[in-house]
């Protein structure tokens, strides 16, 4: 049988070895390549693996976080409002120090929600 190439075709062999310069850009490449292709699953101890019961998606709208982390410690601040006003003493001042930790949350989400917004006029 008549091929119309040669068999192999003809190449010029060049080793990505020849020079020092190459040889770092090719480990370079294949770095780059491994991180990409072959990604390396996080390390955790299995402690951490059973506490994880919830993770938040890493592609989400930041505004969209910010509005479900104010709604989050609104609902806080309302249950520990109602939780106080069943308690006495020591414990009721309990409830309104931890009251008052999740209202210090509820600025700080408000704060984020509102440059959030800004960043989305602009």
Do not use: C, W
Not at 31 to 50: F, I, T, W
Not at 67 to 80: A, C, G, H, P
Not at 94 to 100: E, N, R, V
């Amino acid at each position: 049988m008549f091929k119309d190439t040669p068999n192999p075709p003809a190449t010029d062999p060049v080793s990505p070895y020849t020079s020092a310069d190459s040889k770092k850009l090719n480990e370079a490449a294949e770095r780059a390549l491994d991180h990409y292709l072959k990604p390396e699953p996080p390390s955790r101890n299995s402690v951490d693996r059973g506490m994880q019961m919830f993770m938040v998606s890493p592609d989400l709208n930041p505004e969209a976080v910010a509005i479900q982390t104010y709604e989050t410690f609104s609902s806080v601040s309302i249950l520990l409002l109602d939780l106080a006003d069943s308690l006495d003493d020591k414990p009721r001042h309990l409830a309104m120090a931890i009251y008052q930790l999740s209202e210090m949350g509820l600025l700080l989400a408000e704060k984020t929600l509102d440059r959030e917004r800004a960043i989305a006029v602009t």
